[in-house]
Every structure is written in C-alpha cells, then in structure tokens.
DNA sequence: GCGACAG
DNA sequence: ATCTTGTCGC
C-alpha cells in the first residue's frame, strides 16, 4: 500500500504477519508493569544501523548511573531477514541486539532502548520484546509516535504531556532540550511509567536523546566503519 | 472506506 | 534505518 511504497519497503506476508501477531499476544499476559525494586547503578543503551541490504549493526553501551560515565562498548555485526514493518520492528532487530548484549562483560539493571516499549498496538514494542527475552528491566525512548495522541509539551527542557492510547496512559512526550522535539519514552518490560521518564530525564544532560541512547548511536557510526 | 505508521 | 546541501540559530 502507500505506506510501503513510501518507504520502499517489501509488502509483507500476510500469513506471517498473522502469526507474528499471535506471538506478540502470547506474549503480552508475561509482560510486567510496576515500581522496579533494583538499586539502579549500570545502565545500558542500545542501537542499531544497516549496512547494505540485509546486514544489520547493534551496539551496547555501558553507562554508570547516574554519572553516565562509559564502561563498557560491544557490537555484533549479523544478517537480517524480516523487513521493516511497524508494529514488528522488533523481530527484526532483536534477535541481532541479543547477540550483542551477550557480550557485554558486566551486566546492566535496565536497558534503555531505542524506539518504543507498551506504546505500541499489542504492548509489544522493541523494548518490552528485550525485556521479556533478557527477564531484565527495560524503557523504551523513541523519537517518534507509533500509536495514541498527546498534546505538545511546553518548549521548555523536562516538559511532559501524555501519550493516550485506547483510554490509557502509556507513555510521556518528553522535552528532554528547550526547543527540540520531544522524546517517546515508555515502560518496555518490569518497570513502570513514572520511574522510566524520571530515569530518562536524568539521563537527559545537553542533547536530546538521553546518553545511553545517544551514545550507542554514536559508537554505531563509529563501529561501522570497522566492519 | 481513509489515513497513520518505532527503526 | 538510509540517501543528501545548504542554512538558520544559539
């Protein structure tokens, strides 16, 4: 349709689409929303790029928290074989994101990822897909809407308005730069709302996305070029 | 039926 | 995501 022929993009299957649904529905009654009980001190960031047609990039960032000092930086380079379709995003990436973290020597006590987590049509973004696959505390921060309406936040830094969706609040618009777009920021996976935008705020220091996303996508650009 | 649509 | 130049503003 026009959407795909906007992004040049593959139609997909309909049949594999189907079953994909299913799978996120499965899925969802494992999905855990509430105040996480950790002492956050590591905090991970991740990110992926293409290279080429089908080869995909991820990095994994290691931050101290909340000093947001850089530990820690891994990356896998891997094949990929869904294209890119909304709501399914994370059957493309994640598998190559795992592979990624494995690496990691230290382990993280929430993964801060890119795009977003419940915001999504089955509560099953990239993020809360991450979550449930590594049993590990997740937000997801995207830069763009997926689903539900919100209001413009102030234009001020820390502004925050809601992201509705079917009568439920299930992420914030933050401004986390004066006069920027804001950012999605939503629970992925044993987290809930409230703690994943103040993390992320906190996070925020002079750029838009928040340093662990932010730097992951800096050490992608950087790494790619080593592949 | 007509748009909207993370990375 | 990626392809791409100059341009506006702090």
């Not at 992004?7 to 079953?19: E, R, S, Y």
């Not at 990356?75 to 994101?97: D, Q, S």
């Not at 449930?132 to 234009?155: C, D, N, Q, R």
């Amino acid at each position: 349709m026009a959407y795909y022929r906007r992004f040049n993009t593959p139609p997909p299957d309909p049949a594999v689409l189907k079953k994909l649904t299913a799978q996120q529905q499965q899925m969802q009654q494992q999905v855990i929303i509430q105040k996480p009980d950790f002492d956050l001190k590591l905090i991970a960031g991740c990110d992926s790029s293409f290279i080429g047609e089908d080869s995909i990039l991820s990095v994994f960032v290691l931050l101290h928290y909340p000093s947001l000092e850089v530990l820690e930086k891994v990356w896998h380079h891997g094949p990929v074989e869904l294209p890119y379709i909304p709501g399914f995003l994370a059957f493309r990436e994640a598998p190559n994101l795992l592979l990624a973290y494995e690496k990691l020597q230290q382990k993280p006590d929430l993964i801060m990822v890119d795009g977003h987590g419940i915001s999504h049509p089955r509560k099953l973004g990239i993020a809360t897909h991450l979550g449930l696959h590594l049993k590990k505390p997740t937000i997801g921060v995207a830069k763009k809407v997926l689903v539900g309406k919100y209001t413009e936040p102030a234009s001020t830094k820390g502004a925050v308005s809601p992201l509705v969706y079917k009568e439920e609040h299930i992420a914030n618009v933050l401004r986390t730069k004066d006069n920027v777009k804001p950012v999605f920021v939503s629970p992925g996976h044993l987290i809930d709302l409230e703690s994943a935008t103040e993390i992320a705020m906190t996070c925020a220091t002079k750029y838009k996305l928040p340093e662990p996303t932010r730097l992951a996508d800096h050490y992608a650009a950087v790494f790619k070029s080593e592949v």
